[in-house]
């Protein structure tokens, strides 16, 4: 229990099939329905837009590391 009371949340954006950016949500966990990727920052001008690259977390075997992709 006191580990969920200090798990970090997180930013995620929803995509379209076309790679649109539809949503932007900070959550406990990544969402189980729909394409969801994890990003840096909340980010509205995204919304209706492509995703940029450099907005993506890509998460390393090492618990609790990431790092961002090269823009």
């Known amino acids: 229990m006191l ?3 200090f798990k970090r949340r997180r930013c995620y954006a929803q995509l379209s099939p076309q790679g649109l950016c539809l949503a932007l949500w900070e959550l ?3 969402p189980r329905q ?3 990727v994890e990003v840096c ?3 509205p001008r995204w919304i ?3 995703l940029p690259a ?3 977390v890509i998460r390393t075997a090492r618990r609790n590391q990431w790092r961002l ?3």
């Open 3 to 5: 580990n969920a009371l």
């Open 28 to 30: 406990n966990e990544v």
């Open 54 to 56: 450099s907005a993506r």
């Open 34 to 36: 729909g394409h969801w």
């Open 41 to 43: 920052e909340m980010e």
């Open 48 to 50: 209706g837009k492509p």
């Open 69 to 71: 992709l090269p823009a």
